[in-house]
């Protein structure tokens, strides 16, 4: 007795169950009954039939009868005689289907006497389609292989959890994956470190599980993966059995599929990558016979050791001339009966037909659109009675525009033409770093309208919840992928920073960088990139990154990260004329020529209270690439003042008076952050060391000096200081009480800032270019750029004390 396999053509149903048909024959002799079965695993749609063809062989027996129980109730007769054919239509429910075959007396039901033989078809556990991804997972699971350090190691696999939660969010129900790449067969073939092989197969599979996705495992995605170990072509393991590589190959095949086929996981198997575009058309490749040769033993490979899952051998879409390529030797096109033909003859052994996608593929046979060529494909192979498998598909060209168009083709058609299995080419793909994404790639914040598209039709699958929510209440989610974290900062060159971002409802509104919580910029559309200048880690030591992502409802969410900077500074004495440059009033201006703009400045108090002409010293430290690679220096009798554009630390010594005080003051350019002024005309119109600018810091930013905040007022509202100020002391001097506090202190953190309270108040917050101080905050403290005087809790105001 012989079954076969045959899908219905009405082939609608959204859910799949997974039933195992029999290929078998019951051979009988001397009125004895035998076996011999071959099984695989076959989907048809839930609640549909699936024909299962018996054929009864009989020897020296003149009445046979077959008999059939369900799940294990009373045996009906389905059919008598010997040496005939019969059709049964199975539900696809999950029900067992046992087959008796009797040797009967007559045709009458009474007379059956002996069992010869008996088969049973069994139901496996629903498997629902839909579409998926490409998602190259090996380099996130291989880390221990390739000896990486713990950092690296952390990121690929929070960056691995990171994605695999994306394609939840658009309800991926599987993936598409190769298992060898690389040097990875290498840990395979290698018997000390196999344990550790299967060890990181092994996270893969129970993070998939984790999440409910499947995996389809491309088992051979690379042909030269196994034979270049043994010195062999990948065309010439193909064309030859029995050889060592292709031993080492079956016992590859053996052992994952025994290690899965118990798991949920798998989906179905892959052998290979697009094997057919090398057949026919060169001699020294392969012709559609090696080819299918192959196939057909890795099929019996893989079914010996799991009848249950289904096989697709991982052929790319036919070339246009691919069936008179291999009958008549001739590069013409093939018309669409051709095209038939080489489509079920590439995919014979199989129980699933592949193909892959791309644009061009789509204009065949006069069409000009993906749902056409698509359209006639499925019916081709529903009258193969086998299911359609896009294993890739997407666009030849990078995918950076939120559009994806012919991608989102190719969804409209799987969804109208009920296309079981599909996988677009690719979901994230960093080869080899984790901030450089392959060209390819559509993660939701690369194409939100291609993946709002492949949410919709996967729900339409039935697959998976995930709906844009609205209200939207949940945050979005930020990965930092470089640099490594506890990494030293480069002294000389720009740190990159790249950062991942992805929301429940696709749309990420922007991402901002901190460095050591002060925002230094921010990127509203991928690549989520920052090229961070060394000084800006304005710390000794460790420094932290933050990425915070913003969604279009305001939600937030954000990683951090810690860098070491470990840079050597030199100091600069600035008592000296150092080089020629512009004299203006009496004050040489020192600078660099490629900007001339100053932000900070320190400068000598030549009158007012306490004022005197005594030398100082200055003592800055900046990094050896100054971030604006601008710095300036102003000196009169060799008495100076500093200026820099951006990032740089002070230290005042021999600058005071016998009574301590010391004799310089800050100033800021009050145009700084919007038009820097140029270096000599702020200098000249305020008639230089008398200048004091109407935006005062008491901290510059970004640089080292030890307040947390920023001690900043300019008149704009949410930046005004508001920090808790600890006193640090209090005392008189010269009859002039004055206050220190902790948070204002000197580089090397002796001592604290004086600063002294006058009783004069303001008539009234009219006076005043600057908000209120926040009551509170204890010992806030503004700058009120009319007075020229800072204010602190409840209007007490403040002057520094010189």
Known sequence: MKCGVFLPTNFFMKTFFIILITMCSIKVAAQTG??????????????????IILTTTTTGISFAQVWLSINGGTPTRLYTGIN?????????????????LYNATSNNAANITTILDTIEVNGIPPVTIGTGFNFFMWQYYFDDLFGWDVNKTNLYRKMLKFQLDGLKQVNCSYIRSPIFWGDIPHYWINTSTRAMFWESVDRMMDDLDERNLKLI????????????????????????????????????????????????????????????????????????????????????????????????????MPRPYAYNLRFNNAWILDTPTEYSIILNEQ?????????????????????????????ITKNYTDSMKKLLYIGEYGETTATTSPNCIFGQSVLNAIEANTIPFSAHWIWSYYTFDTYTLSGYGVESSLNPEFSMKFMQVNQGFGNGDATLSNPDILSPKALITWP????????????????????????????????????????????????????????????????????????????????NNTNNYTAFTLNTILTTGTTENGWTYYQNPANNQIIFGIEHIPSGLGANTNNFTVE????????????????????????????????VTSATKTNGWVNIRWFIDPLSLTNLSNASNTFATSSGANYVSPLLWLKKKKSRLTLNENLRSDGLGTYYANEKMEQNGTGTVNGQQYYEFKQVSNLDGTGGAAFKRVSSKPTSDAAYDAPVPIPSKKGSIRFNPISKTFEGHNGTEWLPLH
């Not at 005939?84 to 008796?100: D, Q």
């Not at 989906?267 to 575009?277: A, K, R, V, W």
């Not at 971030?627 to 060799?638: E, P």
Request: glycine share 4%; net charge negative; proline share 4%.
């Open 347 to 375: 995919n014979k052994y199989c129980d699933i037909v592949s193909i892959h996608f791309y644009p061009d593929d789509e204009k065949r046979f006069g069409y000009t659109d993906s749902t056409s060529v698509l359209s």
């Open 34 to 51: 035998e076996l011999v079965s071959s099984m695989y695993a076959v989907p048809v749609p839930s609640g549909s039939t699936s024909s």
């Open 217 to 316: 495992p491309s088992l051979l995605f690379n042909l030269d993966a196994i034979p270049s170990y043994y010195n062999v072509s990948g065309y010439d393991f193909v064309k030859n059995d029995n050889t060592p590589a292709r031993n080492a190959y079956y016992q590859f095949l053996a052992e994952f599929v025994n290690r899965y086929k118990n798991r949920s996981t798998i989906l179905f198997y892959e052998i290979t990558n697009e094997l057919s575009l090398a057949t026919d058309f060169n001699p020294d490749y392969l012709t559609t016979n090696q080819m299918n040769a192959f196939f057909k033993r890795s099929c019996e490979v893989i079914r010996a050791n799991d009848p249950y899952h289904m096989i697709s051998n991982g052929n790319g």
């Open 84 to 100: 005939r054919t019969y059709t049964y239509n199975a539900i696809a429910n999950g029900s067992n289907y046992k087959f008796i």
């Open 484 to 563: 490594l974290t506890n990494i030293n900062v480069n002294a000389s060159t720009p740190q990159l920073v790249n950062v991942l971002a992805m929301d429940n409802n696709l749309n990420i509104n922007k991402v901002e960088l901190y460095i050591n919580d002060v925002k230094i910029g921010e990127k509203a559309s991928w690549p989520f990139q920052f090229n961070v200048e060394p000084c800006l880690f304005s710390k000794l030591g460790s420094n932290q990154i933050k990425a915070i992502a913003f969604d279009n409802s305001g939600n937030v969410g954000e990683d951090s990260i810690f860098v």
């Open 620 to 651: 800055v430290t900046a990094s050896s690439l100054n971030c604006s690679n601008s710095y300036f220096f102003k000196t009169q009798n060799q008495e100076g003042i500093f200026a820099s554009k951006d990032f740089f630390n002070t230290k």
